[in-house]
Nanobody
């Protein structure tokens, strides 16, 4: 069993900053990637940022240098520093973790419950 818990959402004025955190725990042998997705009501979720255990980062084009993702392999945690937030960043943000359970198992994804980010216009 793997647990994924997000924290750090909230409401902030345009131009403000938030720091999202994601912690994975449980039967984890290895984490391959940790990602953030956002989902607005009535829309499909979209990838915001992803990071591998080696620290390779990728961002959606709309991030445009405003967000920074980081990973701590020792504690299986990931953070997303979000700066210069815009009203269009308003969404529920979900953490996804891709892990293996043993040295010989395949890889499996687990999702958190989500955390709300609100940037009023």
């Amino acid at each position: 069993q793997v647990q994924v818990v997000e924290s750090g959402g909230g409401s902030v004025l345009p131009g403000g900053s938030l720091r999202l955190s994601c912690a994975a725990s449980g039967s984890i042998f290895r984490i391959y990637t940790m990602d953030w997705y956002s989902q607005e009501p009535g829309k499909q979720s979209e990838l915001v940022a992803t990071i591998t255990r080696e620290g390779i980062e990728n961002y959606a084009d709309f991030v445009n240098g405003r967000f920074t993702i980081s990973i701590d392999n020792g504690s299986n945690t990931m953070t997303l520093q979000m700066n210069n937030l815009r009203p269009e960043d308003t969404a529920v943000y979900y953490c996804r973790v891709v892990v293996s359970y043993t040295v010989s198992s395949g890889s499996y994804q687990h999702w958190g419950q989500g955390t709300q980010v609100t940037v009023p216009s």
